[in-house]
């Protein structure tokens, strides 16, 4: 069980969301960053699809109530235990009793607090993530509070094993965290600039080709209205090329809308099912994670990559996770 002592700035429960429901009007949600959140439960012996605590900017406190296996991906928001900082992206076996507590973001904003078992709280429509907008999932469909508990499920077998072990050699202190971490080729590095890859728009050729230079070759800024729905960017106005209507179609992940006042709106996680802006881009889903990390007055520029090259990066990235798996299965076995 998880006690939150401090609820954080926007802390909710999340796993890859609830896709296959767009159809009806619910959103597919789930973690903003969803390689971190992977990882993370990687780390703990888990399906990548349980759920997580997904903690934004200022991180919450978080007492855990029976000795655990934690994991934490994602953006470095100071965490420590007593005051002691507590590694990242490898598994750490916490005492019962122990605090979590985070301090400011070193870099990236958002981090993922995988626990063995997964957190257990009830799914609505195949899904545990939390969409405040519509009050559902997580726990009673809002962001964590104070005084609010988690359980967690059952952790595996190698998992239980792996974490008394290092307690018993922890000497008294209140945590203890593997040797070993997920390697640096596969760690994001989360910077205030970032190029991210991007494919044209289906209506990329309505635009101006003033706007469609400036959109692959100028620099946007993330605004502070920016929010798990969308990433709302300052930069070139964007405009098309002469006057047309869209009719609403359903929108995904990384799309990049532009209204009518040229202010294009790189849709995230919670977007809405369908739109009826022209979209000017699609993000990789590859590069979705160090959006999701971005702070607003973050600058973004946007590289040009055709949709096999896309769709080659993602299954670079799932061949990585696979492999990543199968070696912290072995060493979890003593392997």
């Known amino acids: 069980m998880l006690k939150i002592e401090k609820p954080g700035l926007q ?3 999340q796993d890859l969301g609830r896709p296959g429901f767009q159809q009806y009007g619910v959103v597919a949600g789930g973690a903003m960053d969803p390689y ?5 439960n990687l780390l703990v012996g888990n399906s990548e699809t349980c759920a997580t605590v997904e903690a934004a900017l200022a991180g919450p406190s978080i007492r855990f109530e029976a000795d655990s296996l934690i994991a934490l991906a994602g953006g470095d928001l100071s965490p420590s235990i007593e005051g002691e900082r507590v590694p990242m992206w490898r598994p750490v076996a916490v005492r019962s009793g122990s605090v979590l507590d985070f301090g400011k973001p070193a870099a990236g904003c958002r981090v993922y607090v995988a626990v063995a078992g997964g957190i ?3 799914e609505v429509m195949g899904s545990r993530s939390t969409y405040t907008k519509a009050r559902i999932g997580g726990l009673d469909g809002r962001c964590l509070e104070e005084g609010d508990r988690l359980p967690a499920g059952a952790p595996s077998a190698h998992a239980k094993q792996w974490a008394e072990k290092a307690l018993s050699g922890a000497d008294g202190r209140k945590f203890s965290a593997a040797d070993w971490s997920v ?3 596969l760690i994001p590095r989360y ?3 970032a190029e991210i890859r991007m494919m044209k728009g289906p209506q990329h050729h309505w635009f101006s080709e003033k706007s469609r230079n ?3 070759g100028g620099t946007f800024t993330v ?3 920016s929010d798990r729905m969308g990433y709302r960017l300052k930069g070139d106005t964007l405009r098309l090329s002469e006057p047309r209507e869209l009719l609403s179609e359903g929108v995904v992940a990384g799309a990049v809308q532009v ?10 996680a919670d977007r809405q099912t369908t739109g009826g802006y022209p979209k000017i881009g699609q993000a990789t889903t590859v590069d979705l994670p160090l959006i999701a990390q971005m702070q607003p007055g973050a600058k973004l520029r946007f590289t040009e990559v055709s949709v096999e090259e896309a769709q080659q990066l993602l299954m670079k990235q799932k061949q990585e996770l696979a492999e990543l798996k199968l070696a912290i299965e072995l060493k979890m076995k003593g392997v």
């Open 11 to 13: 802390t909710t429960v």
């Open 36 to 40: 971190s959140h992977r990882v993370a």
């Open 120 to 122: 257990d709280v009830a």
């Open 183 to 185: 390697s640096d080729d």
């Open 191 to 193: 910077r205030n600039e």
């Open 214 to 216: 400036a959109f692959f």
């Open 223 to 225: 605004s502070s209205e």
């Open 259 to 268: 209204p009518s006042g040229g202010n294009p709106i790189l849709l995230m």
